[in-house]
């Protein structure tokens, strides 16, 4: 939840604050772009509590976990102590955190020997990693309909 609905609002807002300009000198923040505002997690808020249970049971689907039947009720008193018992770090800025603003520039170019190399980096770490893990672990994909 803090990352989806706080945390990037605060990092976008960050990088581009509610007086931020354009290139041209624009506000940047004009329609159809408003100022976000981060929303603060309340357990007495049933569609947060919603969300977590949501996002929980996909997570441990993905990773094999049983999920208890308290998980699964969202309006249980098992449910909202362990949403009680959880401690969110305190949010801090990234300073080099860089935002694509031109909508032209999100389109795909073709591949480089860079992103090779990127690539095989990426796979040496997963490598290194995967010796971290018991053995026979393995990742339930979760399908999605679209």
Not at 29 to 42: D, E, G, I, T, Y
Request: hydrophobic share 40%; aromatic share 12%; charged share 25%.
């Amino acid at each position: 939840f803090e990352d989806y609905f706080s945390n990037r609002v605060k990092q976008l807002t960050f990088t581009f604050p509610e007086d931020a300009a354009t290139s041209t000198g624009f506000p940047f923040w004009s329609a159809p772009k408003r100022f976000p505002r981060p929303l603060v997690f309340s357990v007495e808020d049933v569609a947060h509590r919603h969300f977590i249970m949501a996002a929980s049971i996909l997570r441990a689907e993905a990773f094999c976990i049983n999920v208890p039947d308290w998980a699964k009720r969202p309006d249980s008193n098992e449910f909202v102590a362990a949403i009680k018992r959880v401690t969110v770090s305190e949010f801090h800025p990234k300073r080099d955190v860089k935002i694509v603003t031109d909508e032209k520039a999100t389109t795909l170019t073709t591949a480089s020997t860079d992103d090779a190399a990127v690539i095989d980096g990426l796979i040496l770490k997963l490598d290194e990693r995967a010796t971290e893990l018991p053995s026979g672990f393995r990742m339930n994909p979760i399908q999605f309909e679209k």
